[in-house]
């Protein structure tokens, strides 16, 4: 029997590839907005970050994710990552 092949990713904050599930995915989609996507699948551009809290605050401090996804990105999206990464 084939193996699957398991989708890695890089975090944006951390630059380390890991599995696709270990990592929470921010998208700017083409109306210009900034989602939390948990499915993985929403239409844009993507940036990966690791589900830890100390990776959410070195991204907000340094603004990788607004480098990355090239837009600004509001407090309430770190706060929903951080929410999500809180009840995982």
């Given amino acids: ?14 630059r380390e590839k890991q599995e696709k599930k270990n990592l929470l995915r921010v998208v700017r989609t083409p109306e210009g907005e900034v989602i939390v996507d ?30 990355h996804l090239e837009i600004m990105i509001p ?5 929903e990552l951080e929410n999500i990464i809180n009840n995982d």
Wanted: one cysteine or more; charged letters at 35%.
């Fill in 1 to 14: 029997m084939k193996t699957k092949k398991i989708p890695m990713r890089t975090c944006v904050v951390t």
């Fill in 75 to 79: 407090d309430s999206i770190y706060a």
């Fill in 38 to 67: 948990l499915t993985g699948k929403s239409n844009g551009r993507g940036a990966y970050i690791t589900k830890d809290l100390s990776v959410v605050e070195k991204a907000k401090k340094t603004k990788v994710l607004e480098k």
